[in-house]
């Protein structure tokens, strides 16, 4: 990015550790659901293994004992049958009997280590008992106790989630460390464009994104660049009006100075002259003389009126407060007309048009007054007609006002003035909300359409 300075963004490295911290508690919740799972399946299969194996102990000593009726030697025989349980994982086998005193080993040798009392309590599978009688050849030899181990099959489980941890804890790590490096280079652009957006507020609008973007974040990248071209746009433009306002404000009082010089100036001057005329007359008796300076100050006075109430009226629409927009309209064109009563002025105004707000009356007097002034200047037209109706509202529901003013002039010439009236008129009526079209006709006149969109209260009066 061109233009941004160093500015390293918490808001980035917040998120990052939020995100790590979301992909954290999926790995933990994950982790809870599978060892959940996981004791429930290693449950079952250790109960499972452990009835499989009394069933087959239980057949193996069903089948001895049966065999013991041809034996020579049952007692040793018996003992050899639980002896052959020796070693047995799942299985603790003894011999019991009035005389027998021989019993199987219980435990083989894993069963020295084992799993935490929790780990077996959580598997919840209990040693079950199997007692069977031995008897043969009429005589009866006590009786075998199976009993099932389960504890070996839990510390072997145990060792199994022992290394599934590990394994887990293996992946996890790089996996986290890698998705944290890997956000923290996602999130690089979002920083670049928080100090970009910095920048801009600012007030540095030629700031540029000039990195390409990941995919997802390219409309972000384009959207940015197009923000601050248009600030950069409208920066010139309000820098531009400025000057024109300055420049405008500067015109209107050179004007008005002008004005005091040349139609103000000289009468003060001649009433001076006619005033000093009037007193050397008197002085010398000669009363009858003093009559016609007399007239002539009345006259200049008259003028000076005249001039006042004309230059006021450029400052301030006459009468607009006080008698209404039409009765100032009909003011500025009586001053058009006095100098050009050649020209036909036509004026319409429909009733529920008026008094819409100083606001929108004063942009409506102030439209028509340039209207007149540039058909004036630019046009030389024979009739100028200005209309003001009101439009009830139609697709969009709005009621507004509708001005029009049309000349039979010449119509704007190929190559219009860079002016300020037309933009004037613009800008007027932008800020209210409405539009404004100028549709030219060579040689046949031009068209000033503006519309005012009223107020909603305004609106719900005009229903
Ligand atoms: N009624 C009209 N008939 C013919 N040409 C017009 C008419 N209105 C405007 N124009 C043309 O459009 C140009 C721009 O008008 P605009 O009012 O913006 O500026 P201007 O009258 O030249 O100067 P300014 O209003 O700033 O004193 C004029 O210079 C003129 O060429
Ligand atoms: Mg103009």
């Known amino acids: 990015m061109r233009g941004v300075g160093r500015n390293p963004g918490s808001t980035a490295l917040s998120l990052r550790l939020r995100l790590i911290g979301l992909v954290a508690l999926v790995f933990a919740a994950s982790l809870a659901l599978g060892g959940t799972l996981a004791c ?32 020579d030697d049952k007692r040793r025989d018996l003992e050899r049958l639980v002896a052959s349980f020796r070693g047995n994982r799942h299985l603790g086998v003894s011999l019991s009997g009035e005389d027998s005193a021989e019993t199987a080993p219980q435990r083989d040798a894993l069963a020295l280590a084992a799993a935490p009392r929790w780990f077996e309590r959580l598997i919840g599978v209990k040693p079950s008992r199997v007692v069977i009688p031995v008897a043969a050849g009429g005589s009866d030899y006590g009786a075998i106790t199976l009993e099932t181990v389960p504890h070996n099959e839990i510390l072997e489980i145990w060792n199994e989630f022992g290394d599934s941890l590990l394994l887990l804890a293996l992946f996890s790590a790089p996996t986290m460390l890698l998705i944290y490096v890997f956000i923290g280079r996602a999130l690089r652009p979002l920083d670049r464009l928080a100090r970009g957006l910095a920048r801009i507020g600012g007030g540095d609008y030629a700031v540029r994104l000039e990195e390409r973007l990941p995919p997802e974040l390219s409309r972000l990248h384009d959207s940015f660049n197009r923000m601050a071209a248009q600030l950069a746009g409208m920066a010139t433009e309000n820098r531009g009006l400025t000057e024109q306002l300055l420049s405008l404000q500067e015109q209107e009082r050179s004007e008005l100075a002008r004005d005091l010089h040349d139609e103000i100036g000289p009468f003060l001057f001649a009433i001076n002259v006619d005033a000093a ?28 009126q005249q001039q006042v109430k004309s230059m006021l009226g450029r400052l301030r629409p006459i009468g607009l407060a006080e008698f209404g927009l039409g009765a100032a309209i009909a003011n500025l064109i009586e001053f058009w007309r006095r100098r050009h009563p050649e020209i036909d002025f036509g004026l319409e105004i429909a009733p529920e048009a008026e008094g819409r707000g100083e606001l929108i009356d004063t942009t409506i007097y102030r ?20 209309a003001l109706c009101h439009r ?33 008129m613009g800008e007027r009526v932008k800020a209210l909300g409405g539009s404004l079209a100028v549709t030219s006709d060579p040689g046949a006149g031009l068209l000033v359409t503006a519309l005012l969109p009223l107020p909603a209260r305004e609106r719900a009066e005009a229903l």
């Open 40 to 71: 429930l399946n290693a449950s079952r299969s250790v109960e499972a293994e452990m009835h499989s194996a009394l069933a087959v102990a239980r057949q193996t000593v069903a089948l001895g004992i049966a065999g013991l009726d041809r034996s």
């Open 277 to 304: 005329a009037i007193a050397r007359q008197a002085e010398s008796g000669r009363l009858p003389a003093i009559a016609a300076p007399a007239a002539a100050i009345g006259e200049a006075a008259a003028h000076l």
């Open 367 to 386: 439209i028509v007054q340039e209207c007149l002034s540039n058909a004036l200047r630019h046009g030389q037209p024979s009739a100028i007609a200005i």
């Open 392 to 424: 009830r509202g139609e697709g969009d529901g709005r009621d507004g006002l509708v001005l029009t003013v049309r000349d039979d002039g010449s119509g704007m010439s190929a190559r219009p003035g860079a002016g300020y009236g037309l933009l004037g």
